[in-house]
């Protein structure tokens, strides 16, 4: 059992930054891959970025690619999105996720067993 909470949403400008936390609970946390997605009003929840269990991989998805950077910090249990050059289509409701896979959840919400509540992003233009 894996419990998460998101922290570190907000409103800022385009072209800002924000660093969202995940935190984590449970003794498997260093184990597992964990991920981002987020959700646009109206629209489907979509992958953003994942991280294996010891942070040596990463995968992003094009639209955040070279300006979103996850991370992970296992001995603090907490995961990382340092998000740079903001555009007000970031604007979502930003969900951390773990799944009970080492390497990678995949693209798809359905890889993933744990949920935390979500925190808002409102990038302005």
């Known amino acids: 059992q894996v419990e998460v909470v998101e922290s570190g949403g907000g409103l800022v400008q385009a072209g800002e930054s924000l660093r969202l936390s995940c935190a984590a609970s449970g003794r498997t946390f260093s184990s597992i891959a964990m991920a981002w997605f987020r959700q646009a009003a109206g629209k489907e929840r979509e992958f953003v970025a994942g991280i294996s269990w010891s942070g040596g991989s990463t995968v992003y998805a094009d639209s955040v690619k070279g300006r979103f950077t996850i991370s992970r910090d296992n001995a603090k249990s907490t995961v990382y999105l340092e998000m740079n050059s903001l555009k007000p289509e970031d604007t979502a409701v930003y969900y951390c996720?773990?799944?009970?896979?080492?390497?990678?959840?995949?693209?798809?919400?359905?890889?993933?067993?744990?949920w935390g509540q979500g925190t808002q992003v409102s990038v302005s233009s």
């Open positions: 996720a773990a799944t009970s896979r080492a390497y990678f959840g995949g693209t798809s919400p359905q890889g993933y067993d744990y």
